[in-house]
């Protein structure tokens, strides 16, 4: 079975600045998707960023970027000019490549990041 | 709709009590998910429709928890007898085919708390 670890329970940056979330998952399939979901108080899981783990290339969306490290299994969210709308708990989460071995995402437990003014 | 819809947005139940979750995706979305947040934690797949095919209702904890989706579109949660250790957030998904590639819409989710 698929795990996926997070292990900063809490994260804080300075407005303007850049912060890093880890992330680590354990797999023995090569071919699967990675995502970075944010879940502000509304509750709703807001898709941040995904990857494909046959592109070589890091994913990026304006501001958010991913190290993604296929070899060390890590796949690391990179936030630059932190604003202090980014506040909220952000989950990794992985899914399978294939969907006939099913579509659900196995998440990890979140990182709740703190932007400072 | 525009996005995913559940409803109630929180509930508070005795003890035994049965209570039902609804999930209404996005049209056309084929695949619907059901997830279980409880509080600091991450989220926990409970169930997978997809179009006609069986459910996979690999992730329900118990016997008690069960879900129906009529029509391929509105889904609905049900807990029997509930337990304090149901108290969670439930959040619903849908996606449109694969969700790998054209991602997974979330809705904002049902807070129950068993009392």
């Known amino acids: 079975a698929q795990t996926v670890t997070q292990s900063q329970p809490e994260m804080s940056v300075q407005e303007a600045e850049t912060v890093t979330l880890s992330c680590t998952y354990d797999?023995?399939?090569?071919?699967?998707?990675l995502f970075w979901y944010k879940q502000p108080p509304s509750r709703q899981m807001i898709l941040v960023i995904r990857?494909?783990?046959?592109?070589?290339q890091n994913a990026t969306e304006n501001r958010f970027s991913v190290n993604f490290q296929k070899a060390a299994k890590s796949f690391s969210l990179k936030i630059s000019d932190s604003q202090l709308g980014d506040a909220a708990m952000y989950f990794c989460?992985?899914?399978?490549?294939?969907?006939?071995?099913?579509?659900?995402?196995?998440f990890g437990g979140g990182t709740r990041l703190m932007v400072k003014p | 709709g525009a996005g995913v819809s559940q409803s109630p947005s929180n509930k508070v139940t005795e003890k035994g009590k049965d209570v039902e979750l609804r999930c209404d995706p996005i049209?056309?979305?084929?695949?619907l998910y059901w997830y279980r947040q409880s509080l600091g934690q991450g989220l926990e797949f409970l169930i997978y429709?997809?179009?006609?095919?069986?459910?996979?209702k690999s992730g329900l904890p118990s016997d008690r928890f069960s879900a129906e989706r009529t029509g391929g579109s509105v889904s609905t949660l049900t807990i029997q007898r509930t337990q304090q250790e149901d108290s969670a957030v439930y959040l619903c998904?849908?996606?449109f085919g694969d969700g790998g590639f054209y991602g997974y819409t979330f809705g904002s989710g049902t807070r129950l708390t068993v009392v």
């Open positions: 998904a849908s996606s």
């Open positions: 797999t023995s399939e090569s071919d699967y998707y």
């Open positions: 990857q494909e783990a046959y592109k070589q």
């Open positions: 989460a992985y899914r399978r490549y294939y969907s006939n071995a099913g579509n659900m995402l196995t």
């Open positions: 049209s056309g979305h084929t695949a």
């Open positions: 429709f997809q179009g006609n095919s069986a459910p996979d």
